[in-house]
């Protein structure tokens, strides 16, 4: 009877709280921002972007920019596919387009995601375990991935790369290459992959892999430099690669591979001293940033650099020209687009905070610059 | 008689019309109505003989005790602490999964945890798991604000920001019993199955015994839901899945002695537990099962001695714990892990008060403390500390008024193999304390406290692969507390008690230890570079009811308040914004109602939007969550057996939430316990 009295205030004290009330879980809408920066005369309609995200987080996602509106979409893809079941997933890892076909890697959710290339519509995916880089050749896709068929010892599993149709989404080949394979690159039907080893520390990989394509076999594995990274090719066919050193004894380098005369095997030729990180080509330029963490400062030391890779020398070691690369903490990710020039550059900040992306012009000064997801890392231009 | 007890209720319903209103406005008041840790040393008084009785804290603790404390729905300790205020825990989910808790937002590692009167410790992170503590041997819990304020207590213990004490039952031997023993099973969701047996036993006229032993075996199994929706409302996707890989086979082994002796008493324990989990993981896109597992082995030995030689008192204490840990990571798609981690403590205290006058109380302590931890890592360093606190403090009541002052100063050593170690550090962390009666008749008291302490870089933050840092220096926090407490006890009117309690406070977190970007890709290390400003209330109350005969209503609850902003470089996307998981308004409420045997009890803890990550934008928004726990026990006895069985739901309205992002809680799920006591 006289709990029935307790009974209002009780009711009111749980809808007084319940004024931060939980409510449906809605698909986290696209953000968009005006940029400005129209540009419709040539054949690039925009970029994508995509954002890693921490480890952990499912928060990979992937923004737009759009050269005929200049707008930037910020995290699209949800939007554009509501029902895929926990979005795109946990750390994106590369991107590319082929055809009519965006690819994206996304790493801790082991699948390489499809998408419509002007749509962003999902077309599939393909499961690929523990996938890094993609790179397409002659109606196929080719995927990296650190986990190779379990061979002789099951805890040093070698790398491998998958064979993507690019049709039917199928794996159709793979081939086991050196431990856990990053980047690749495809010259005269020989693929090149820079093998890492970086979950064998202080064991690393110092080897690029040859896969001669038509077989689909590992042909040679040439010994370069320890924990290899980027691999990527010139205008004239050299390859760039660079090795992350083993951040303590060893330095970060860049090293160039390109066949001699007559031969067809690739040879490196030059080690060029620089701690290179990631690098982008705009005709005869090699653009590049290299960060080197100096233990008793406590702080990063970043270059901005230019190489002519013709003559294989640096030819400015600050692309940026007005001074705003003390806003960057962490530079993640380059591009340059291939009409205009402009440089792109991510900053990655502290990797659990929203990223900012860069454009600069050709010559070095910022354009505009764009809150991003977190830790912004891969651009991929979308032709018209 | 009765008249009076209709405008006794009356004037009731008013006060809590106040309270409702209060609520509804949003400034959500009120609730706890935790019992003051000085009621419960009576309660110990009377069964462990001490020479006199221990002196009240100047400021009561939030306490969670007997019966209440085992009619919570709650697992395991970190559960149970979900009813204090300024305490958010938390919870990746599951019966095995890791529970942590932060006190006040300044941060895991300043809170001190303290098991039967000795600090657990872990160097290697400085976190405690709370979910391995099960609260079936468990007497009491209390949360202390800063320090527990009491001069005779080890040098260490004035060291935490925060301190959670966990103490276990103490035998209850009436005059001429030998024996007493209790059997407890409980069963249910998640496949739970959780024998645990205690037997405590005289065994001379001064010396008893206790054995306790638990075995908690659960498949960790349970359903998930994540559902999303379109702006439009349209259903965009809605899924179950079965949490995978969250298994838990664990025992727990604990011995005690407790003696007295003419001038004091001693006691000691050996404790053991030994676990196997699975670590189910985040649950992200295309990946629903991982394939990591911990196996844990934590023993310790720990003895206490307490002597009182007329106006001196001493208190001096001795710990070995070992501790192993077993990690392997199985999953075929990820690098292979498979590392051992030992740790090793060796702590000694002596801690000492001197009464000058019957008013004026002054103590010492010193405590050395060696930590080690080994690890099958490469190039691992295997660091070693000596870590050496010395306290002195002085207590003054002046009746209507009482304080407290103390200054630790911690002085540190490391050393690591095959490099130069780091210089020594020492840090001196000063406490003052007061607490005062306005009122002649001391329901109502103000309480001021000022606190400064500091937390050590811990082994990994110093030395973790190259993601350490051995320049390092320890993290600061400063606070401020300012509180009422109005504490009224009647035994036999319509009121049985009633308790208000409000805390306002400032703390600021200096050099906060957090993780930086180094070098090239995706890598990492730790630097002092963080600044927090935390502004925060806490609210409690309790009120206890006889309305009728038997019957007696308690209701309690607690409100938080926390504003934790980070102001550490305006440059940064997050300047000023709230740091992440702690909610600004957070709560429990506890109705409870007993009636010859039977008891029901109903709670609810509400948990406020936050963020998962430092900036406060939508991608980063967590929303509430709340959940509503129910309890039935009926307690009988068959001639000389005592039994109770207890029924619990919990997550009645099986609300589908996360605590930690991308870690599913349960949904509603179910336990039944039946205890056995003679």
Redesign the interface.
């Known amino acids: 009877m006289?709990?029935r009295?307790?009974l209002?205030?009780?009711l009111?004290?749980?809808?007084?709280?319940?004024?931060?009330?939980?409510?449906?879980?809605?698909?986290?809408?696209t953000?968009y921002e005006i940029i400005g920066d129209e540009y419709r005369d040539g054949g690039i309609r925009g970029f994508y972007l995509v954002n890693e995200g921490n480890m952990?987080?499912?928060?990979c996602?992937l923004d737009y920019y759009d050269y005929y509106t200049g707008l930037y979409s910020r995290?699209f893809y949800a939007?554009r596919n509501?029902?895929?079941?926990?979005?795109?997933?946990?750390v994106g890892n590369d991107i590319g387009i082929y055809g009519s076909k965006l690819y994206v890697v996304?790493n801790?959710?082991?699948?390489v995601e499809v998408l419509d290339a002007h749509s962003g519509i999902r077309l599939g995916?393909v499961?690929i375990?523990?996938c890094r880089y993609v790179r397409f050749h002659r109606g196929r896709a080719y995927v990296s991935s650190?986990?190779g068929p379990?061979l002789i010892d099951p805890?040093?599993p070698k790398g491998a790369v998958y064979e993507i149709d690019t049709l039917s989404l199928a794996v159709t080949r793979k081939v086991s290459v050196g431990y856990q394979p990053e980047e690749m690159e495809v010259v005269d039907d020989y693929m090149y992959v820079a093998n890492s080893g970086g979950?064998r520390?202080?064991e690393y990989d110092n080897t690029v892999s040859v896969i001669q394509m038509v077989d689909f076999k590992q042909v040679q594995q040439i010994p370069v430099g320890i924990n290899l990274?980027r691999l990527k090719k010139d205008r004239y066919d050299k390859l760039w690669v660079t090795s992350?050193g083993d951040?303590?004894y060893r330095p970060?380098r860049l090293y160039v591979m390109q066949k001699k005369p007559g031969y067809n095997q690739m040879v490196v030729t030059d080690t060029i001293p620089v701690?290179c990180?990631?690098m982008a080509f705009y005709g005869d330029y090699m653009y590049y940033y290299a960060?080197?963490?100096n233990n008793y400062t406590?702080s990063?030391t970043v270059i901005y650099g230019i190489i002519d890779v013709r003559t294989k020398e640096i030819i400015s070691d600050s692309f940026i020209k007005d001074g705003s690369e003390k806003?960057i903490?962490?530079p993640?990710g380059i591009a340059v687009h291939p009409e205009t020039g402009d440089i792109f550059v991510t900053d990655?900040?502290?990797?659990?905070?929203?990223g900012t992306l860069y454009c600069f012009s050709s010559d070095g000064y910022k354009k505009w610059s764009v809150?991003t997801?977190?830790?912004p890392a891969h651009i991929t231009f979308l032709v018209k | 008689m009765k008249l009076f007890r209709t405008a006794g209720l009356l004037r009731h319903l008013k006060y809590f019309f106040i309270i409702a209103t209060l609520l509804y406005v949003g400034f959500t008041v009120e609730v706890m109505g935790v019992q003051p840790a000085d009621t419960l040393s009576r309660q110990l008084d009377e069964i462990v003989v001490t020479a006199r009785k221990p002196n009240e804290d100047i400021i009561p603790a939030q306490t969670l005790s007997g019966d209440e404390l085992h009619r919570l729905n709650s697992n395991s300790v970190a559960d149970a602490l979900r009813y204090f205020s300024g305490v958010q825990v938390k919870d990746y989910g599951g019966v095995g999964g890791i529970k942590t808790v932060n006190i006040r937002s300044m941060g895991t590692n300043h809170t001190g945890v303290v098991y039967d009167g000795v600090e657990l410790g872990n160097a290697q992170n400085g976190q405690i798991d709370l979910g391995q503590f099960s609260l079936d041997n468990i007497e009491a819990i209390s949360l202390y604000n800063g320090q527990k304020s009491e001069i005779l207590q080890p040098a260490k213990d004035f060291g935490s920001a925060g301190t959670i004490y966990m103490r276990t039952r103490t035998p209850v031997l009436r005059e001429g019993e030998s024996y007493h023993a209790r059997a407890t099973m409980r069963a249910g969701s998640f496949d739970l199955l959780n024998p645990s047996a205690l037997i405590e036993l005289r065994l001379s006229r001064r010396v008893t015994a206790s054995l306790s032993a638990e075995w908690v075996n659960s498949s960790g199994k349970y359903k998930f839901r994540y559902r999303r929706v379109n702006p439009a409302g349209e259903l965009a996707y809605d899924t179950t899945a079965v949490r995978q890989n969250g298994d838990i086979n664990a025992t727990r082994l604990e011995l005690n002695t407790y003696g007295s002796l003419p001038n004091g008493s001693w006691t000691a324990k050996v404790y053991n537990y030994n676990s196997e989990r699975g670590v189910p993981g985040a649950i992200v896109n295309n990946v629903w099962r991982r394939g990591e597992r911990i196996w844990d082995t934590n023993s310790f030995m720990q003895g206490q001695y307490t002597g009182y030689f007329g106006r001196f008192s001493t208190l001096n204490t001795f710990k070995y714990a070992f501790y192993r840990t077993h990690y392997v990571n199985n999953d075929d798609k990820q690098v292979k892990i498979d590392n051992l981690y030992k740790q090793k403590e060796v702590y000694i205290s002596s801690a000492n008060e001197y009464k000058i006058t019957g008013r004026w109380r002054a103590s010492a302590g010193y405590d050395f403390l060696w930590n080690s931890l080994d690890a099958d890592v490469y190039g691992f360093v295997k660091p070693d500390r000596i870590s050496q606190f010395l306290s002195v403090a002085t207590a003054l009541d002046l009746d209507r008024f009482k304080m407290q002052a103390s200054a630790l100063g911690t002085f540190i050593h490391d050393r690591i193999k095959g490099q130069q170690a780091p210089a020594d550090r020492h840090v001196l962390s000063p406490a003052v304390y007061m607490n005062g009666y306005p009122l002649s008749n001391r329901d109502f008291s103000i309480r001021v406290f000022y606190k400064k302490s500091f937390r050590m870089p811990t082994f990994n933050d110093l030395y973790y692969a190259d993601m350490g840092n051995s320049q390092l220096s320890p993290e600061r926090v400063t606070q401020y507390n300012v509180g009422l407490l109005y504490d009224h006890t009647a035994s036999s009117s319509f009121i049985t008690a009633a308790r208000v309690s409000a805390d306002a406070y400032y703390n600021r977190v200096k050099d906060k230890i957090v993780a930086y970007p180094k070098g090239q890709q995706f890598r990492w290390t730790m630097l002092n570079l963080g600044l927090v400003d935390i502004r925060g209330v806490d609210l409690t109350g309790l009120i206890t009811l006889n309305p009728w005969n038997d019957l007696y209503l308690t209701l309690r609850g607690q409100y938080t308040f926390q504003r934790a902003i980070d102001i550490t470089n305006p440059a940064d996307n997050y300047y000023r914004d709230q740091i992440p998981y702690i909610p600004r308004h957070s709560g429990a409420a506890v109705a409870n109602a007993q009636w010859r045997g039977w008891s029901l009890n109903y709670s609810w803890i509400y948990v406020g939007e936050r963020y998962n990550q430092q900036e406060n934008i939508r991608y980063n928004y967590t929303q509430p969550w709340y959940t509503s726990d129910i309890s039935v026990s009926k307690d009988f006895t068959i001639r000389e057996v005592s039994l109770r069985g207890l029924l619990e739901i919990n997550n009645l309205l099986s609300q589908d939430y996360d605590v930690i992002l991308n870690y599913p809680m349960p949904k509603r799920n179910y336990r039944f316990t039946l205890t056995v006591e003679i």
């Open positions: 006289k709990l009295h307790y209002l205030p009780l009111t004290l749980l809808l007084g709280a319940a004024s931060g009330c939980r409510e449906d879980e809605l698909v986290v809408p953000e952990g987080s499912n928060k996602t995290n939007e509501p029902d895929v079941i926990k979005e795109l997933g946990d996304v801790c959710s082991h699948k995916q499961d375990p523990n650190y986990v379990v805890n040093a979950y520390a202080p990274h992350r951040y303590q970060s701690a990180s990631n960060t080197e963490w406590a990063n806003d903490t962490i993640y990655a900040k502290n990797y659990v905070s929203s809150r997801g977190d830790i």
